[in-house]
Structures are given as structure tokens and as C-alpha cells.
């Protein structure tokens, strides 16, 4: 005690106060190739993997166009977002208006005044793809259809979603309804990552509603056919043609394809096939290294704190690469032999830098996981005190 007191004080009056280099942050992982020796049958096109957002093929991405019923992707995951912050609840009942009643297209027939439980309104959304039960839900959380497009529009905002503008929550053809592959892709992405519950919706083959009066089957063929499917939406309207935003996942490799403008139905799924098998073929999640001898704690000196523990919770448990290239990797860890503090929750204290031979592949962040105040001179004599007179404050 008597030592770490005399240690600290030092430290106080010798040494001048700094503060620790920022490790910059760095956009971590490869950038496979985007070309590919093929060609679809849409109008637009994009293929990425879902853990990192790369682009692994694209087409015509940035193209503004209808989208159709993957509309409701934003729709589901605003829903699901309210969720979350417990606006509503599943087992909430959703009221029919005459407004959702008259939406026409694919439908499960709600009638005005008609009632359902938000979880069963998720049902016909993510399976049957029912623009009554979406407009129906869009009402009940935001008030409006128009208000709660105003949100879809806010979120999309936030994702970075530049080509978009949302009219409704259904996606019915509608001056101004716009989106793009690449766009799709963004939101299609955060669900599948933040709300991995959807998949529980969308996956299902078929279900019921109205005590087994209703019958609802998946619009998502590729879920008979396509091994490692998990979803995600298909839309058609005569503006928008025939498109599929899908995703699937194989030996722990997750992506997502999303089909615009097809001009049929088997278009759309062979579309969708050939990019998710041309994925899987030439790209592979090639897990981390284990990293075992990395240090738990690094040493603060100026504070009463005598180390904080470190965060690695940045480096992603997989790193995509092509495989022809894929190769064991290896882990550098950047990391000073103490900190001085104050040290801050959160704050950039060292860095990973993932190899494969001497190509970085990645470089991630090392962060602290508790504070560390800077410890005043009333402290340290406190302190120090304490130890020269063998009492504990």
C-alpha cells in the first residue's frame, strides 16, 4: 500500500500530464472485386455480405426506381424499432381502418373495424406480404400512414439511404416511391442485424389466421428451394416490375441479394440464385484468430485506478475473403505499456491489426472498459497518508 501511494504521488509531481494518443479508427476489412462474369436478367442489382456491407457484385445500384413490397422491409423494421423502445407490444391490437381496408393488391382481407394483434398483422406482412395489414400497422404506431412514412423517411435518412423517398408503408406503385438496389441492401442489412427476429417472420413457409380461416403462404419461393435461405421480402407491381430482396446464410457466411425490375417471377428467383451462389463460391467468412495471450488489463498511472480493463468487442468474430485467397491470419496487438490518465469508457487505447501473410486485412479498435479519473493532489496525499500511517479512508 505504502509503495503504490509513494508510486502515485510521484507520478503527480514528476511527471507532466498528457493525454493519450487516439488510435484513428480505421474502415476495417477487404474490398473483393465487384466484377463478375455474368450478367442478370433485372434492371438493377447489388450483392454484399452482411456482416461488413461489402459490395461483392452490383448493378445499375444507384439506379432511383420503384421497389414495390420490399417497402415494407422499412416498414418492419420501424415496427420493430418501436418495439424495441416498448411503444408497443406484440400482443397490442391493431385496429382496421377504412383507409387500410381500401388498399387493394396483396391482401388478407381485413374489414373496417376488423381487429388483430400486432404479431399476427407481422405474420401477414413478412408472409403474404398483406399492404392492408401494413398500412394498418403503420397507422397504429405513427398515427397516420403519411406520419409514419414521414419516419420510414427518417430512418432511411440515418442509414445513409441517399436515393430514397418513401410515399407509403405498403409500396404501391405512388409518385415520388423511390428507392435503389444499393439502398435496399443498407436497410435490408440493419433488420437482418438488429433485429434478427424477423427471420422467426419471414422464414415461415405457411401459417394461419383467424383460428385457421386464413390461410397465408410465403411469396419467397427460393424457401422451398434454396439451401440456407432466411428471407427476406419480395414485392411486385407493375411499376416496379418483379424484385426480391434476399438473404441466406452458409457455413457462417452471410449475404444479401436484392433483385430490381425482373420481368417475371422466375426471373427474379434465378436472378437472386445466381448472385447468392456466385457468393458463396467465391467468398469466404474466415474466422479470426484466438487472440489467447491478449492482456485483459493495461496500467493507469495518475489515478487511484490502478489498471482498467480492455475492450475488444470491435473485432468482428470473421473476416471476409475471397477464397482464393483465404489463408490462416494473424493478429498484431498495438498496445501501450500503460495509460496515463484520465482515461474515459470507451476511448481508442490500442489497435488490431488482422494479417494475412504481410497483407493487412483489417485494423480494429482496442478500447478501454472503465474509467480511470485523474487523481488530484488532495488524492494522492490522501492516500499516501493512509499508507505512512497504516489507516484505510
Known amino acids: 500500500m505504502k509503495n503504490r501511494a509513494v508510486t502515485l504521488l510521484l507520478c503527480l509531481i514528476l511527471a507532466a500530464l498528457s ?6 479508427a480505421s474502415a476495417a476489412g477487404i474490398t473483393p472485386s465487384t466484377a463478375a462474369d455474368f450478367d442478370l436478367p433485372c434492371a438493377a442489382a447489388i450483392l454484399i455480405d452482411e456482416d461488413s456491407g461489402t459490395v461483392l457484385y452490383e448493378k445499375n445500384a444507384d439506379d432511383r426506381r420503384p421497389i414495390a413490397s420490399i417497402t415494407k422491409v422499412m416498414t418492419l423494421l420501424v415496427t420493430f424499432e418501436a418495439l424495441e423502445a416498448g411503444k408497443v407490444r406484440l400482443d397490442d391490437t391493431v385496429p382496421v381502418s377504412e383507409h387500410a381496408y381500401h388498399m387493394g393488391g396483396s391482401q388478407i382481407w381485413l374489414e373496417p373495424g376488423e381487429e388483430m394483434t400486432l404479431n399476427e398483422m407481422l405474420k ?3 408472409i403474404s406480404s ?6 394498418a400497422v403503420a397507422e397504429y404506431i405513427g398515427g397516420s400512414e403519411a406520419a409514419f412514412a414521414e419516419q420510414m423517411n427518417a430512418r432511411a435518412a440515418e442509414l445513409g439511404m441517399t436515393n430514397t423517398h418513401f410515399v407509403n408503408a405498403c409500396g404501391l406503385d405512388a409518385e415520388g416511391h423511390l428507392s435503389s438496389a444499393r439502398d435496399v441492401a443498407l436497410m435490408s442489412r440493419e433488420i437482418l442485424l438488429r433485429h ?3 427471420r422467426d417472420y419471414c422464414s415461415v413457409w405457411m401459417d394461419t389466421l383467424r383460428g385457421g380461416a386464413t390461410q397465408l403462404v410465403n411469396t419467397n419461393k427460393l424457401l422451398k ?3 440456407g435461405i432466411t428471407g427476406l421480402k419480395t414485392g411486385t407491381t407493375s411499376g416496379a416490375g418483379v424484385c426480391i430482396s434476399a438473404s441466406a446464410t452458409r457455413d457462417g457466411l452471410d449475404l444479401i441479394a436484392v433483385v430490381l425490375g425482373s420481368l417475371s417471377s422466375s426471373e ?30 493495461i496500467k493507469v498511472k495518475g489515478s487511484a485506478e490502478e489498471s482498467v480493463p480492455l475492450d475488444y468487442t470491435a473485432l468482428p468474430e470473421t473476416l471476409l475473403m475471397p477464397k482464393e485467397n483465404a489463408a490462416a491470419l494473424t493478429a498484431q496487438l498495438d498496445l501501450p505499456q500503460e ?22 486485412l483489417g485494423e480494429y479498435e482496442v478500447r478501454a472498459a472503465a474509467d480511470a479519473e485523474k487523481m488530484d493532489f488532495g488524492t494522492a496525499f490522501g492516500l499516501l497518508w493512509d499508507a505512512l500511517t497504516g489507516c484505510e479512508s
Open 19 to 24: 493525454i493519450l494518443r487516439a488510435f484513428p
Open 196 to 198: 434478427s427476429e424477423v
Open 130 to 135: 398483406a399492404n392492408d395489414a401494413a398500412v
Open 268 to 297: 427474379r428467383f434465378t436472378a437472386a440464385t445466381t448472385l447468392l451462389d456466385y457468393g458463396f463460391a467465391a467468398y469466404a467468412a474466415v474466422p479470426l484468430p484466438a487472440m489467447e495471450d491478449r492482456p485483459l488489463l
Open 339 to 360: 495509460l496515463e490518465a484520465p482515461v474515459q469508457l470507451g476511448q481508442t487505447v490500442g489497435t488490431v491489426r488482422i494479417l494475412s501473410g504481410e497483407t493487412q
Open 225 to 227: 428451394s434454396y439451401t
Open 124 to 126: 401477414a406482412i413478412c
